[in-house]
């Protein structure tokens, strides 16, 4: 919030005593919150010097298809002399491995949290919200390692007894073995530790709508729920957009549940296999980093793990700039969706 | 058709639904589906780790300390992990609040330039979007120059380890930082404006304003701001696994009895569970779920405690 002036405020300012400790702490305080800024730079800097090569070698080839997994493996053996480092990498897999999951999830996600918020705002009876609104934060207090434990110990030998059949492992068994582990089961998980941030975004945003307005439409004769599709859910959209786009920030990140369940390979599921894609083991950009903390240390390879890292830098800072400047297009109606950082 | 006067509330909870039309009524019980399975959900996530953890959780797991055995009646229990996580969330903390303190203070009470003061909104709102993992190896990378060596093990030849407690609990402070500010921005906001002037009339500085009379006004909203941090911190699993150094023990270097374990590696129950799950080195199940149990526990008490210091929180600004 900019400096509020007011104009009390500043007749009494050339009255006050000690405006030279008053400026001191201004200065001080400044110091401390602008170290934040700094970081931030750091961060990049740091974080894209030390990618530059693998970037350098590859080009554009670095986002392109490739066999992932041997390349690391060629990359983790290159020679020790600097000219014969290998950098050859293809990140392709890994890149649809991270869509295809925090795509899912949002898209489950959203309809989910805007379902469950229309009921917290408007039709639950407030026994319900007593129970449901602490629910919601508790889901969203559970560690990611927690969600990983149940999902490798009850959902993946769930699916692996129900969904992988042995037609579809040996259909697809000269590419990718399936083992249970897959896509499919990380993005329902994922979906359930996304969907607290929409659903307190969304439910912020529609009590935040005017009374006035659903109001003057219920006294048109509209029903309940044609009111605050209409009006509530209509005005909130900003809100729920930005929700998903942060959702998606959080998504994108999760790497000990992905690494946990989404079976580990750097593979790129193919959606010609039919319900198959489904099952199939992926791996994505933030798993490989955190399954690959062991070499960091051998040169080109952590090189080429803090170009994955980069990229997950720069992809999710834009996405919360984003969701910050949609979550601010509310105020164009007046309305001050609160929350200011989730 | 009679006038709906206007202190009635239009979403009246008694407003019969069975005239609406059909689409509506779905659309209605997709609500109500959605709500409850939701409940549903975090009820069966609960559930079933109480149920595994009662059944697995021994008190001698809690006091014993873990060894790297296959054999599991040997390989000890989670003591050291439990230390971890408390350590680890006590200092992250302990640097999260000042700093979080310091920028809330400065944007909501000085904010000028302007322009830095957008900027810094932007660039916490950039650190709360970041994964925890590029924090970690962001992290490692600038914990292993030599200058931060006295932060972490030095070995022969000056090359840093970078990974300590120190340095862990310095990134996890940036985890919870978005959220502390968060919390203490809107406990400052809160307080109103002819509080301020009130102290200003009496010819208070704005220093002293901030410490007197905004200070003791936030101080729930710091308190409910740093509990939200230390849940964050406590269950975050990638900075402990990439910058704890992943011994199970407490390992310390050097000699002053604390800071050495400071200094030194460890693990957190987060990283417990996670080496112990079928996904990790350990393998063993059975532990794994005792220890997600007692972090779950740690959680959703922490969690509790947002709760009933939120509601000391609204009085408070209903002022």
Redesign the interface.
Known sequence: MAALTHPIRSALRGARQGAAGDRRVELALGAVASTVLLLCAGMVVFVVLKAWPSFEANGLGWFASASTDEQLGEIFKSPSNPDQYVYEFGAWALIWGTLLTSGLAVVIGVVFAVFTAVFIVEFAPSKVNRVLVPTVRLLAAVPSVVYGLIGILVLVPLAAEVLVTTERKESVAYFVQLTGACWLVAAVILSIMIVPIMISITVDALRAVPRSWTEGAAALGVNRWRVITTISVRAARPAIIAGMILASARALGEAIMLSMVAGSAAWAPNPLDGFTFFLEPVRPLASTVVESAEGLSVEPFGQTIYAIAAVLLVSSAFLSWAGWFAKRSMRRYGIEPGGATQ | ?SA?P?TVK??D?R?S?R??PLR?RV??A??????L???A???L??G??AFKGVQYLDPSLLTSRPSAETDQSRSGGFLDPIIGTVLLTVLGTLIAV??AL??A????????P?W??R??E??????????????A??G???FQQTVFGFLSFEAEGGSVFGRSFFTAAAMMS?IA???L??SI??GL?AVP?HV??AS??L??????T?RRVLMPAIRPSIGSGTVLGM?RI?????IV??LLG?TLQLQGFGDVPLLSTLRGNGSTL?SY??VN???GEGSA?EK??AA?FV??LI??G??LL??RLARQTSPASAR
């Open positions: 058709m709906v206007t239009p979403t909870p407003g639904s005239e609406w509506d659309a209605l997709c609500c109500w589906i959605a709500g399975s939701t409940c959900v975090a009820f996530i609960v079933y780790l000042p700093l310091a920028t203070l400065w944007l909501t009470e000085y904010g000028r302007f830095l003061a900027a810094v932007s660039g916490i709102e950039m650190i709360a979007g970041t994964p925890s993992i590029v924090l190896i962001f490692l990378l600038v940036l930082l978005p959220l500010v968060g921005r809107e906001q404006r301020r002037e200003y009339a010819g208070k500085t704005k220093a002293a901030i849940g406590a269950g975050d699993t990638a696994v990439i992943g987060t569970v996670y799950s079928p996904a199940p794994a779920y997600a972090l779950l959680c959703i922490l969690n947002v709760t």
